[in-house]
């Protein structure tokens, strides 16, 4: 059974500072790991989507990697914002059935202050 | 291009009752599937739906049931609603009952039974 851990649980950091925020997963048979970002009470906003082939994928101040082997990805964000104040979660897919569907870890509540 | 759209978006109901969440899929979407999100944790996997068949199902009892409708467009009906119901709901769509694409999320439907 897949498992999905995310460290920190919470994390605060001040504005400006670059961050990295880890997920590790058990079974290494994934088809691709993607990260979301959710605001409170919300739904999931898609940040980065990693095919089980690449090692990263970048948008703007975003950079996650994925080291399928050793079963982890890390979301690195550059020059933190009060606006990237939001818990973030990563989702995996499982390479073969189970109706294709995400395992998601809990998420790192992330504060940026001012 | 309009995204996934969730109706109601939030709802109180007593225990017992029975409940229907409503979802219209990202256009050109053609999968939907349904994740429970009680509070603090992660999403859980309920079902999927292509083409207007169940296509995969987590650990939810029979209780949980949908449908998907020709449009794409897809329900979560709930029933003999228990306390442990409350929570967000969230759907997602998707192009294919593959994982290479990635999910769009909606905002979530707050359910809250008491």
């Known amino acids: 059974k897949q498992e999905v851990t995310q460290i920190p649980a919470a994390l605060s950091v001040p504005e400006g500072e670059n961050l990295v925020l880890n997920c590790s997963f058990t079974d290494s048979a994934i088809y691709n790991l993607q990260w979301f970002r959710q605001d409170p009470g919300k739904g999931l906003t898609s940040l980065l989507l990693?095919?089980?082939?690449?090692r990263e994928q970048t948008s703007g101040r975003l950079n996650a990697s994925l080291d399928k082997s050793s079963g982890r990805s890390t979301l690195y964000i550059a020059a933190s914002q009060p606006g990237d104040s939001a818990t973030y979660l990563c989702a995996v897919s499982p390479f073969t059935g189970g109706g294709n569907k995400l395992t998601f870890g809990t998420g790192t509540q992330l504060k940026v202050e001012l | 291009e309009t995204g996934v759209t969730q109706s109601p978006t939030h709802l109180i109901k007593t225990r017992g009752q029975q409940v229907t969440l409503r979802c219209s899929s990202q256009s050109g979407h053609n999968t939907v599937s349904w994740y429970q999100q009680a509070l603090g944790q992660g999403p859980q996997f309920i079902f999927q739906y292509y083409r207007e068949e169940e296509n995969g199902r987590g650990n939810f009892p029979p209780r949980f049931s949908g449908l998907q409708f020709p449009n794409y467009s897809s329900e979560l009906n709930v029933n003999a609603l228990e306390l442990d119901d409350s929570a967000l709901y969230l759907c997602a769509s998707s192009l294919g009952s593959g994982t290479g694409n990635g999910y769009t999320f909606g905002s979530g439907t707050r359910l809250t039974v008491v």
């Open positions: 990693i095919q089980s082939s690449q």
